[in-house]
């Protein structure tokens, strides 16, 4: 059953994220980052017949479509409306420790960005929230109350946005900034960056994100804790969409208790990245618990 949206978000490096975990039937797999439960469809399809999959996600939004399109897996789905930051204590207390693979697939979903009142897309005529879950201080609350130089710091830090000082100047000038498409008209006239491929104001908006949702904060504590959940030769697969993630997960990689499954770090096809188009920026590691 397909969940009842215009927009159904299309999962990036599919067959690689379940060779990545090699599913096999009778695994326990956790699905960090459930979404539209794309890829928690391949792994258990790919688990058959007694492979199971815990579907964790922080956005309640999230969970009424991606349960829907699981129904039909029975028992062996399982889903959760909770931050990954404790996917720990999640997978104990339903049977999933020790794990014989986690998945993270960062970022934000096609039905986050298409969700026109939540603000992540600055395409969008959308009041700036951008959090996953409707708790704590939202985007706008940054962006109309933080500092100037606080606000830099941020955008420099979150979005690694070289211009961030002038940015951070204009936005303070322009304050009250109501909403996404005014935000990102503001950052865009003050960054002096062409419109090119990518749109001036990604970085600012990055950053934004990831500061409302604490998300290298949640990224830490969520792969600290994945490895602590693994079975012993479990697999960690993780799909990162810009630097900041992919080099914290690196660094844990190369320092943790998992160990890399491939040397390099994997990438989609020619032919994924001209069929979708988010996917050009992913990069996928493997690694599995020592
Ligand atoms: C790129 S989407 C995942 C798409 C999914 N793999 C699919 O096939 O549809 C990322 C999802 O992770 C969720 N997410 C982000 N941070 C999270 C966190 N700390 N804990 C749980 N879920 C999180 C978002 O709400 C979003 O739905």
Redesign the pocket.
Known sequence: MQPNSAI?????M?AQ?VAGLAARPGGAYV????????????ILEASAPTGRVLG????PE?IGP?SARLRPFGKRAVVVN????E?DAYARARGFVPADGV?F????????LDAEERGFSFRRAAPLDMR?TPEGASAADLVNGLPERELADLIYAFGEEPRSRRIARAIAAERPIAGAERLAEVVARASGYRRGRTHPATRTFQALRIAV???IG??RR?LARAASALAAGGRLVT?A?HSLEDREIKRFINDGDVRPVNKRVLKPDSDETARNRRSRSARMRVAERV
């Open positions: 159904l978000h299309e999962p990036v599919t994220v699905d960090c980052t459930l979404g539209d439960a794309g890829h928690a469809v391949a964790l996600d922080a956005d999230a991606a909770g931050n990954f930051g996917m998945l697939d960062l970022g934000v979903s096609s039905r986050q996953f949702n604490d998300e949640a990224l969520g799909i969409y």
